[in-house]
């Protein structure tokens, strides 16, 4: 129902014979034009690729045309999927290699014999094999029988659960759409009665609209009598349409003009941009108008701006070098291709040094003349961090950042205390914040004398378990020589306020325990008095809120509030972002989406470079337009005309895209600044925003050696790593002579450079990360093949721990093993990782779990019955050394499976690994410090006369390898 399934449109027959016959009209017709354009060249002996495919073609063409009507298309897809039931017909189709040629000849890749035979013939070649390569693709993913199978258990459900819903009052938007459209249809009396209602009806963003939604307004303002009906005004850009992933529909947007005009309506054209100056409505026009090639229903044409009359003779920024408009490029220096995580880097610091330095020489009055305007949100961290770092105040409205903020971790460390007596991580991270203000030196002390389990035990309901926990607290702080002892007034009131919260959350209510909380601990004063305080409280505000909404969804259970706050901080949710009830002056970043409407003075505009994530929910997908039969992919399922529709949404993905350059373009009024990582070779821009640039400019920018340069456009252009730095405020003294400014500017970059080092210092570190980069990951390539391939290995590892602490000994490890695999492929699909490497992956992972389950690892797992002692275990591990690699404070940890031998009872540590190495000395080498940093720290925890065995699971080969001890001689 999420993708906007309905009972009704699944009764329709997917498979009705008029729906095979006009999949089997297209295979006949595309593969027929294949053949036509492969006879001359059939048999040439020089060119065997072209003759494989003519004779596919041929095969194609002829299935689609004979047998029984009602077998064709399964004769077909069959035929496609290499399931013809005779060996010959097997035997003369190798589809993998017609698909690689369609492929090379969709993207101009033709041998000299072809180009040869083909002469002026190469584009009519390209765009046949792009069709008949796709249509293969859709055939061989069709699976008749399921499809009709899905339809006849899903529709019948979904019909219930529409009923239910219905019974309950509770509707979707599109449901509220589909059923006002329904109700004036069906009922001409209301819609009479709602139409005299209304005297003028102004609809605004029209080309967002969509089909149903022209249905709507059509019903309340063109029918019935034309003297009866309401007067009609209508706002739409076409140029502006920018949600067609919420199914804005074009070309229902120039089908209802349409109407309007035979109606006698006018259509009136607003040409006059009150906003930019005439420089950058020129850039917009001569990158932009080559950009929109008009074609019915997918992109309008381009319509030139003016300025307005105020701004005709503006000509913008003009302040110490800057110009109106600038495009910088973001490569790093002396790198053949830079990738895309140092581009967002040196992107966010030149946008937050060039801000900074604009304020510093006063070209910006207030922060808020300033938008930084993003494709996506994926990057946006980098680009706050960058601002944090230059002092520039900012507000946003979403991020994925917002559970990284030092106010919110903590505040959220506290909470889980609160709720869960038993989370001793929230309990350190509570008693090392401001509030309490605890030093490292005295955790242990604290350890030692029971402390986790006195804290664990206050409930405000006994005074003596309270003193008990203040005893240990004063004997511990005994045992520690600190200059300060505030701390331990600190800690004493914070063990009774934790005491006293307990008991609130048990017996308030909601709002009034997280009232209490706010109360007690000083969270908002002390968040208030650093930098972007007034955003730091909003941030604080906006955690409690959701605290509140959570509380009392839960019904007063803590669990699930705990889950989903834990889930919050370690996945680092999106989370709109709280804002100070008066933001004051701050730059604002922004999606270009949300900044539509809205217009700045300055605008950056980075990520031209960003690659379009996959919007399809994880292969789900749902069209279902008045009047036309419902297209859908479900479960893995697909309708016959689901490939014209994802033809149709990538076209539209396309043309959209450069619309939604000319919207972020058009925001700006005196400045504007692009920013992108141009590939050298201009490869892999058809999913970017850059692609406009470099039709314009060509496939590089000007030349940049000196770091800027103009193209012939007369445009500024700029390498973003060279971006001055703002004004050095020199500060002189008062008694005495001036300081030497290159003195001053040396020192004070040395203080900042030993800042910078010290800040990049970690605190903590989880253990796997920090002996990484003692062993790096084994058999990568550079660039980005090599951060695809880690987080792919990361992934598949990933969701083998998931699988082994789900389940059970002597469990369903087939039923688990289909679930770990749909949830890999469902994360891969919502990464920037290739459908190939994918596909790979999960391959990959079906493999391993099918392995696992022969191998001698699970008799060994089903034999732990009742011996299991911990699986996940999270643990606090004291760093071996205080330099690099390891961090100042603590290492964490998460220990795989803890468990006491079934045959001497002894407690042994193991961690499994899914290496494809099987060579035991590597393995002991890479695995062994943590698998000793495990040992020691469960000793020390646990007080055990000696440390516990380690070994590691290895789960592609099957067999268990103790680490830590020598292997027996043979």
Not at 920 to 945: F, I
Request: with cysteine.
């Amino acid at each position: 129902m999420a993708a906007g399934a309905t009972a009704d449109g699944l009764a329709k027959d997917p498979l009705a014979p008029e729906r095979q016959q006009a999949l089997l009209e297209r295979v006949g017709e595309i593969a027929g034009e294949m053949r036509r354009l492969l006879e001359p060249i059939a048999g040439n002996p020089r060119a065997t690729a072209a003759d494989r495919v003519f004779k596919a073609a041929e095969l194609l063409a002829e299935r689609a045309r004979q047998g029984k009507k009602k077998d064709r298309l399964r004769r077909v897809i069959a035929l496609i999927q290499e399931d013809t039931g005779t060996k010959e017909l097997a035997e003369l189709v190798d589809w993998s290699k017609v698909t690689e040629r369609l492929g090379d000849w969709t993207k101009g890749k033709l041998t000299n014999t072809e180009r040869e035979w083909l002469g002026d013939r190469e584009a009519e070649l390209s765009q046949t094999a792009s069709a008949l390569r796709g249509l293969i693709g859709h055939l061989n993913k069709l699976d008749l029988d399921g499809l009709e199978a899905l339809r006849a258990a899903l529709q019948p459900a979904l019909e219930e659960l529409e009923r239910r819903r219905r019974r309950f009052g509770f509707v979707s938007f599109d449901e509220l759409q589909r059923f006002a459209v329904r109700l004036l249809e069906e009922r001409p009396a209301i819609a009479t009665s709602v139409r005299q209602e209304i005297t003028q009806l102004l609809v605004d963003e029209f080309q967002d609209t969509d089909a149903l939604q022209c249905r709507l307004v059509e019903r309340l303002a063109l029918e019935g009598p034309a003297n009866r009906r309401p007067g009609l005004f209508l706002v739409g850009d076409p140029k502006q349409s920018i949600y067609g992933w919420r199914r804005a529909d074009l070309a229902a947007y120039e089908r209802f003009a349409r109407r309007i005009e035979e109606e006698g309506g006018r259509r009136a054209k607003l040409t006059v941009n009150f906003r930019s100056v005439p420089p950058i409505l020129a850039e917009v026009e001569r990158v932009l108008a080559p950009a929109f090639v008009p074609e019915p229903g997918v992109q309008p044409p381009f319509a030139p701006l003016t300025a307005s009359e105020a701004n005709r003779e503006r000509r913008g920024c003009d302040r110490d070098g800057r110009e109106a408009v600038e495009h910088w490029v973001s490569w790093a220096e002396g790198a053949e291709k830079t990738l895309a995580p140092t581009a967002v880097r040196i992107e966010a610091e030149a946008i937050a040094t060039d801000i900074a330095s604009l304020r510093a020489g006063g070209g910006i009055v207030s922060w808020e003349e300033c938008a930084i305007l993003l494709r996506a949100t994926g990057d946006l961290p980098h680009y706050l961090e960058a601002l944090r770092k230059a002092g520039v105040p900012y507000q946003v409205d979403t991020d994925r950042s917002f559970y990284r903020q030092r106010e919110v971790i903590e505040a959220a460390a506290l909470v889980r205390t609160i709720l869960d007596p038993g989370d001793q991580i929230a309990l350190v991270a509570f008693l090392r914040s401001p509030w309490v203000g605890v030093p490292d030196a005295a955790l242990l002390p604290l350890w030692e004398r029971g402390f986790p389990a006195a804290a664990a035990d206050l409930d405000g309901s006994r005074p003596e378990r309270l003193e008990a926990a203040l005893t240990i607290a004063r004997e511990a702080a005994g045992k520690v020589e600190t200059p300060a002892r505030e701390w331990e007034v600190a800690l004493a009131a914070a063990i009774s306020g934790l005491a006293d919260l307990r008991a609130a959350c048990r017996d308030l209510p909601a709002d009034r325990f997280v009232q209490a909380l706010r109360s007690r601990f000083p969270l908002e004063p002390l968040a208030s008095f650093r930098r972007l305080g007034a955003h730091r409280l909003a941030s604080l505000e906006r955690l409690f809120d959701r605290l509140v909404d959570d509380l009392e969804a839960a019904g007063g259970d803590p669990a699930p509030v705990l889950r989903r706050l834990r889930r919050a901080v370690a996945e680092e949710l999106e989370e709109p972002r709280g804002l100070p009830r008066n933001p004051g002056d701050a730059v604002n970043v922004m999606t270009i989406h949300r900044a539509k409407g809205l217009d700045f003075r300055f605008v950056w505009l980075p990520q031209l470079h960003k690659l379009a994530g996959r919007n399809r929910r994880n292969g789900t997908f749902w069209k279902d337009d008045p009047g036309e039969h419902p297209e859908y992919a479900l479960l893995g399922l697909r309708t016959l005309g689901m490939d014209l529709v994802e033809l149709a949404a990538e076209r539209t993905a396309r043309a959209e895209r450069i619309r939604l350059l000319y919207v972020a373009m058009t925001r700006a009024k005196e400045r504007l600044v692009t920013l992108g990582n141009w590939p050298p070779d201009g490869e892999r821009l058809d999913d970017t925003l850059l692609r406009p640039l470099v039709e314009t400019i060509g496939p590089e920018p000007p030349p940049l050696a000196n770091g800027t340069a103009r193209d012939a456009g007369g445009v500024l252009w700029r390498l973003a790593r060279e971006v001055a730095d703002a004004p050095s405020q020199v500060q002189v003294a008062a008694d005495g002579p001036a300081a030497d400014p290159a003195e001053l500017a040396a020192h004070w970059a040395g203080r900042r450079q030993a800042a910078d080092e010290r800040a990049r210092r970690e605190l903590t570190t989880s253990v796997t990360s920090c002996l990484a980069r003692a062993h790096p990951f084994p058999g990568a390539v550079a660039g980005e093949q090599q951060i695809e391939a880690e987080e792919v290995a990361t992934a598949i590892g990933s969701a083998v721990h998931r699988f082994l602490e789900r389940l059970v000994p002597g469990g369903d490890w087939e039923a688990e093993s289909d679930r770990c695999g749909e949830e890999l492929a469902a994360f891969l699909a919502m990464r920037s990782i290739s459908d190939d490497a994918a596909s790979r992956a999960v391959a990959d992972l079906e493999a391993l779990l099918r392995n696992l389950a022969t191998s001698p690892l699970r008799p060994r797992f089903d034999a732990l019955a009742g011996r299991i002692v911990a699986r996940e275990l999270p643990l606090l591990v004291t760093p071996p050394a205080a330099e690099a690699p390891f961090p100042l404070g603590a290492l964490t940890a998460s220990v795989d499976l803890i468990y006491l031998d079934p045959d001497d009872g002894a407690l042994v540590i193991a961690d499994h690994k899914s290496d494809q190495t099987d060579d035991d000395a590597t393995l002991r080498k890479r695995y062994g410090p943590q698998l000793a940093l495990y040992a020691a720290a469960l000793t020390r925890a646990l007080a055990l006369p000696a440390p516990p065995r380690t070994e590691l699971w290895l789960l592609r080969h099957g067999r268990v390898l103790p680490v830590g001890e020598e292997p027996a001689a043979t």
